[in-house]
């Protein structure tokens, strides 16, 4: 991975340009940040409202970094690698508590997080790094505090909400989340035949639900779909906007 790491950025330097990113969604991406740094959330192309960012917390994650260093490009590459770090500290939390040991944690979660597609997301400037660890700390945040009361147990639907707006796909997180503690709850007292508490449910949706507004309105109004999706902002007259300051 470092080789081809190494070989991407210098592959960028032999063309003359500046350090930049291989992918153009990283650049759609950074305008997002961009123009929601200027006070246009949402807007590609200024004074346009569009939903082609299916990682609006990354950019918002982006955005603020920029905010500290006046710079886009090393600023996402520095925040991906702390990410990467950050998903290596919750593997171990997550191998711990299924009681493997601590150094063969350690070792598993180190290797995990040096395989190809975690070292290459360092110079993406894509979402997989937060998505990674948005997702497992949803997982993870279940796992420990799902079945239990007060407000430990919303911290499960809250991150999964923030994981569907790091990828789409991730909306699947939460309603199988569901059928997980009803399933807990007949395989462990089959002789119970009482409902689930029905509030419970109710507090643990609607956290699920308002974690992500005001994000998620706009998407039917603006294309038609429930998700947001990136082939509204390539069109042939927004890619002068890739060009960054």
């Known amino acids: 991975p470092w080789i081809t790491a190494g070989l991407f950025l210098d592959a960028t330097r032999s063309t003359g340009v500046e350090i930049g990113f291989p992918l153009d969604d990283s650049w759609i991406?950074?305008?997002?940040?961009?123009?929601?740094?200027?006070?246009?959330?949402l807007q590609y192309?200024?004074?346009?409202?569009s939903m082609g960012t299916t990682a609006p917390l990354f950019d918002v994650v982006w955005a603020a970094g920029t905010l500290l260093t006046g710079e886009y490009v090393y600023t996402i590459h520095v925040i991906?690698?702390?990410?990467?770090?950050?998903?290596?500290?919750?593997l171990?939390?997550?191998?711990?508590?299924?009681?493997?040991?601590?150094?063969?944690?350690?070792?598993g979660a180190a290797l995990i997080v040096t395989t190809y597609p975690f070292t290459w997301s360092n110079l993406s400037g894509m979402e997989t790094a937060l998505a990674c660890v948005v997702t497992t700390a949803a997982v993870l945040a279940h796992l420990t505090w799902g079945r239990q009361r007060g407000w430990r147990a919303l911290a499960g639907p809250i991150l999964m909400a923030l994981a569907a707006m790091c990828r789409p796909e991730n909306l699947i997180l939460y309603p199988f989340s569901?059928?997980?503690?009803?399933?807990?709850?007949?395989?462990?007292?089959?002789?119970?035949?009482?409902?689930?508490?029905?509030?419970?449910?109710?507090?643990?949706?609607?956290a699920y639900r308002l974690a992500p507004l005001p994000y998620t309105p706009p998407n039917p109004p603006v294309h038609r779909?429930?998700?947001?999706?990136?082939?509204?902002a390539k069109p042939a007259k927004e890619c002068p906007a890739y060009a960054l300051p």
């Open 29 to 41: 991406h950074a305008q997002y940040a961009r123009t929601l740094i200027e006070g246009r959330p």
């Open 45 to 49: 192309v200024e004074g346009e409202i």
């Open 80 to 90: 991906n690698v702390l990410l990467n770090g950050l998903l290596g500290t919750l």
């Open 92 to 107: 171990v939390a997550w191998l711990l508590r299924l009681k493997i040991p601590p150094l063969t944690a350690g070792c």
């Open 178 to 206: 569901e059928l997980d503690r009803l399933w807990l709850r007949w395989r462990e007292s089959k002789d119970d035949r009482r409902p689930p508490p029905i509030p419970r449910f109710v507090a643990r949706a609607a």
């Open 225 to 232: 779909a429930p998700v947001p999706h990136t082939p509204p």
